[in-house]
């Protein structure tokens, strides 16, 4: 080879070696960016080449699609780690291969959704709901006179809040907003609808006459001592044989007794008048079997117990005239006993087995003394009673406690209407004319349309959305709140009355419905959150953050669409029913 020939080839693998060397330390250095990569080569304060991992673009997502696990975990090992929760809190977690599990507690509380194990035959399993709420798939038809929707299933006295039912007038008193107790117009209405609802679900009850006067023979009274006197008479009021009982006023002294020898009937029904400091007293054996003693007694104190074996119901001072005295004694027994027990030791040993015994006390005439198995129609009546002896001038019944909806926002002083108490009223006592035939029951009920065309700011209990759509408010505040399931109510009332009136209540009852019907249709779906409902449209009409109706909320705003459904098959309510009975199974409507 020539020596410029050899120059030129060393020259070449001179080169090539450089160039051979610049690639492979430009590999080393770096990883090459993958197509799709959400990866950025950038340079740091130093000018140092540094590779950034960014979120993947057009999500909000945090870990896009695609990105793989960093570590490889066997499928079978199981250990514990922390789950870091939005950055806020730590909580401590389970992994088993590429699965991460969380305590059911957590889960509970972030996602409000409920589950419990359940054993069957020794088979353990979970139940997971979305929600703790059960509809109740409404009749087939429905008139002023059925079955209120599912009432049949409330039981009203067995509420918390219940303070008792009163033996003076035979209704709820509430604690809800004042300790000390006062009478709620919805509670009384919703009490007498229950009643209404079990009756004619249940039919007539089983029943024992203790006592009818109608027998010359008193052989079961037991007399305390020989000054104390029983004998039949005719009453001039009742124009019927009754029993005149004489004895001592005292507790303390064992009183007129007649023995009452049956297990299956809890309840007891009487007719009876006073005409002196008297009382009547039920004694009861446990399932611990000792003996409880229920006094009703001339008294305005609701209830008191003496943490012993004696339980007091008032009976006002209904003195000088007849009074029927419906009552029943578990209820009695247990609203007794929670002033001073715990509810799980009252279920533990102090159920009611049986009645063993009812004394009377004082002077006074008896008739009618019966056990019976329930006192439905007896409880319903006793609720219609009242709220034809407690409507006011203006044709409502007024709430004398404080509401504070939102304190400082949303308040209502003592004495406001709720077209919720209004409605439901209506359709008890539309029941109780439609029973009874009797005239009063229904015009107490015409009477309270007054305050569906009083505004809620002059104390009605009508507001306009947008000043166009009639709304019968819950609670009549200013600004307006816009109860969901206190509105339907009022429009089911409305519908009963229509249904049953004449003339000039008819046609008042009608144009009120229909008003209210449609802003209902125009409305709901202002209620539909997507995964739920809304209680009301606060943060619409005062700007503050939306009130999310609970499951019981929005199962109640699904049965009373159901129900309304019967009545009107509007489109708009089947639809909407068909979404909200997707989310209590956690469908979502869709989004963007």
């Known amino acids: 080879m020539r020596p410029s020939q050899a120059i030129k080839f060393v020259f070449m693998v001179g080169i090539v070696s450089c160039l051979i060397t610049i690639c492979f330390w430009s590999t080393c250095a770096t990883r090459p960016l993958e197509v799709g990569s959400e990866d950025r080569a950038e340079y740091d304060s130093q000018g140092n080449f540094i590779l950034t991992k960014y979120h993947k ?14 570590q490889v975990i066997h499928p079978d090992e199981y250990h514990e780690l922390e789950c870091n929760i939005n950055s806020e809190t730590t909580i401590k977690c389970r992994r088993e291969g590429n699965e991460i599990y969380m ?4 889960i509970k509380n972030y996602f409000e959704v409920f589950g419990e194990v359940q054993e069957t035959d020794g088979y353990e399993r979970f139940e997971f709901h979305h929600s703790n709420s059960i509809v109740h798939p409404p ?17 009203v006295e067995n509420r918390d809040r219940v303070k008792c039912v009163t033996a003076s007038e035979g209704v709820p008193i509430t604690t809800q907003w004042n300790k000390d107790g006062y009478h709620y117009p919805i509670q009384v209405a919703q009490y007498g609808l229950s009643h209404h609802a079990k009756h004619i679900v249940n039919g007539d009850p089983d029943q024992i006459v203790l006592e009818d006067g109608e027998e010359d023979n008193l052989s079961d009274w037991v007399m305390p001592d020989k000054k104390s006197q029983v004998k039949t008479d005719r009453d001039a009021d009742k124009k019927t044989r009754v029993v005149e009982f004489l004895t001592s006023d005292s507790l303390h002294t064992k009183g007129i007794t007649i023995v009452a020898a049956d297990k299956n009937n809890k309840c007891i029904i009487m007719d009876v008048k006073f005409v002196t400091n008297g009382s009547v007293t039920v004694v009861v054996e446990l399932t611990s079997g000792e003996t409880m003693n229920i006094h009703y007694v001339f008294t305005n104190n609701y209830i008191s117990f003496d943490g012993k074996s004696n339980i007091y119901y008032g009976m006002g001072e209904r003195r000088t005239h007849w009074m029927r005295l419906a009552r029943d004694l578990k209820f009695d027994l247990m609203k007794g006993l929670l002033l001073k027990v715990r509810l799980d030791k009252i279920k533990e040993s102090y159920g009611l087995t049986r009645v063993k015994e009812i004394k009377f006390h004082g002077h006074g005439w008896l008739d009618n003394l019966t056990l019976s198995y329930s006192v439905h129609v007896e409880q319903f ?3 219609a009673n009242w709220l034809v002896q407690h409507q006011d001038q203006r044709g409502g019944w007024p709430i004398m406690v404080q509401r504070r909806v939102v304190t400082g926002i949303l308040e209502l002083s003592p004495g406001w209407y709720s077209a919720m108490g209004q409605g439901q009223a209506m359709s008890v006592l539309v029941r109780a004319y439609l029973d009874s035939k009797d005239d009063k029951y229904l015009q107490v009920a015409i009477n309270a349309l007054n305050l569906f065309e009083v505004d809620s700011s002059q104390g009605g209990v009508r507001a306009k959305f947008l000043g166009q759509f009639d709304w019968y408010e819950e609670y009549p505040t200013t600004p307006s709140s816009f ?21 000039a209540g008819k046609e008042r009852a009608e144009r009120l419905y229909n008003s209210g019907m449609k802003s209902l249709k125009a409305m709901i779906g202002m209620y539909d959150s997507g995964c739920g409902t809304f209680y009301d449209l606060r943060h619409i009409t005062v700007g503050i953050e939306p009130n999310r109706a609970r499951w019981d909320y929005h199962t109640t705003h699904i049965n009373q669409l159901l129900q309304l459904m019967i009545i009107d098959d509007d489109e708009i309510f089947k639809t909407t029913v068909q979404r909200w009975l997707g989310y209590l199974k956690g469908k979502k409507s869709r989004h963007n």
């Open 57 to 70: 673009r057009g999500t909000n997502s945090i870990n896009g699609a695609g990105v793989e696990s960093m």
């Open 139 to 155: 009749r087939p038809t429905y008139t002023p006179g059925s079955v209120f929707m599912a009432f049949d299933y409330y039981n």
């Open 483 to 503: 109860v969901l399931n206190g509105f339907i109510y009022s429009l089911l009332g409305l519908y009963d009355l229509k249904e049953t009136a004449s003339g």
């Open 381 to 383: 009546y006793d609720a």
């Open 103 to 106: 305590p059911f507690s957590f």
